[in-house]
């Protein structure tokens, strides 16, 4: 049930990051929603990485923004699951590797700094569907 | 058991993936989402847009007559204004067929709303809201050149900036026998094929040579940032940056070729 949430509202957040940019600094809010759902659950890769080549293609017009390195992720996160055992470590460490590439291609670091927390939090609330925000 | 997937297989459907996307970096997909969008920018707009019209309903009535009194007489000073323009630019006129230079002419202007924009710190790509627009078509805002509309469906237009690494622009100096090329990277411009002995100094303005036919002459492009002579070579590297600032102008301007919009 939580694909179409996080896929309406990385919709939502593309059009935000359209509309008010040069506004308000806002993060990347669809990187960051759709790397929670992948980190929060390795399955959920089927739908977050067509969501990712939707970003890459609305916001920057190409397909080689952060496909390339989602498309490693869920990879990387079995292989490593596999040798360590799921933990933390390895997700936070792919967490800052999903969202370098928006340092390279222009986001300000304050911007990909927002992403970077938006994810963070995004990624407890699905892991833990129950909490309420306060 | 579960069955493992060998790395070989792994790394041919990555592979084909990769060629897949690369394909599809060719075709205008981007631009035609951000054409389909643009109308759910507007109604994400619509709440801001309505709070602007309430505060102006709400606004004070003795401050709109002071503002009324205030456009009056600014009217008035622009009249007198515009007559003197209109003096100097048949004045102009004259001049250039004394002196034998080309009008800037060919061009049919006219205003865009900024709907919407790249979110990247530099903004290199702009979603205009605007009728009759076509491809190729020139931005400019009141600093200098901004870019070239991209793609366009009735309504609204995409704009590639100056600083999209897909866009060269043809530059000269007023003053100067130059004629070198403008490219965007990304968050700054190179100026291209720049002989080192007539290298323009750092702070020297380049403005477009309307050579190729696409961009009109005389509009100021690029300020020179960094002048930086390469041994053995040459050609000079020449960093620069843009005159205009887009990234919070809400109105630009179009110049359309009027072969192009008689076609």
Redesign the interface.
């Known amino acids: 049930m939580t694909a179409p949430y996080i896929l309406l509202l990385s919709l939502l957040g593309?059009?935000?990051?359209?509309?008010l940019?040069?506004l308000v600094i806002?993060p990347?809010w669809a990187a960051a929603l759709l790397l929670a759902a992948m980190l929060a659950q390795r399955g959920n890769w089927v739908w977050a990485l067509p969501g990712f080549?939707?970003h890459?293609?609305?916001?920057?017009?190409?397909?080689?923004v952060c496909?390339?390195v989602a498309?490693l992720i869920p990879?990387f996160l079995a292989k490593a699951d596999e040798r360590l055992g799921p933990g933390l470590p390895q997700r936070i460490l792919l967490m800052f590797a999903g969202l370098f590439p928006l340092l390279w291609?222009?986001?300000?670091f304050s911007?990909w700094l927002l992403t970077l927390m938006v994810c963070t939090c995004a990624w407890y609330f699905i892991v833990h569907p129950d909490v309420k925000p306060a | 058991m579960p069955q493992r997937r060998s790395p070989l297989r792994?790394l041919s459907w990555?592979g084909l993936?990769?060629v897949l996307?690369?394909s599809?970096?060719q075709l205008?997909?981007?631009?035609q989402?951000?054409l389909g969008?643009a109308p759910?920018?507007t109604a994400?707009?619509a709440p801001g847009r309505w709070w602007q019209e309430a505060s102006l309903w709400l606004h004070e009535r003795s401050q709109l007559q002071t503002d009324y009194q205030q456009a009056t007489a600014r009217l008035e000073k622009q009249s007198v204004l515009t007559q003197e323009v209109r003096s100097l630019r048949e004045e102009n006129r004259q001049l250039r067929a004394l002196l034998d230079i080309q009008q800037i002419t060919g061009y049919h202007w006219h205003a865009a709303k900024v709907?919407?924009?790249?979110?990247?710190?530099?903004?290199?790509?702009l979603?205009l809201l605007v009728q009759n627009a076509a491809p190729d078509d020139v931005i400019v805002s009141s600093d200098g050149l901004v870019g070239l509309v991209d793609h366009s469906k009735p309504g609204s237009a995409v704009v590639r900036t100056i600083l999209d690494a897909a866009i060269a622009v043809p530059v000269t100096m007023p003053d100067r026998v130059l004629a070198v090329l403008v490219r965007g990277q990304?968050?700054r411009l190179m100026v291209d094929f720049v002989p080192i002995e007539n290298a323009p100094k750092p702070g020297s303005i380049l403005q477009t040579s309307g050579a190729g036919g696409i961009f009109p002459a005389g509009i100021p492009v690029a300020r020179i940032t960094k002048v930086e002579p390469i041994p053995g070579q040459v050609f000079a590297k020449v960093d620069a940056e843009p005159v205009a600032h887009w990234?919070?102008e809400s109105w630009l301007a179009i110049a359309s070729a009027t072969e192009r919009s008689a076609q």
């Open positions: 593309l059009m935000f990051n359209l509309a940019a040069g806002q990347d080549w939707a890459d293609l609305v916001l920057h017009w190409s397909s080689l496909l390339p498309v990879f291609f222009g986001w300000s911007q | 792994i990555l993936l990769l996307l690369v599809i970096q205008p997909v981007g631009q989402l951000n969008m759910l920018l994400l707009q709907q919407g924009r790249s979110p990247d710190k530099m903004s290199r790509r979603i990304g968050d990234q919070r």
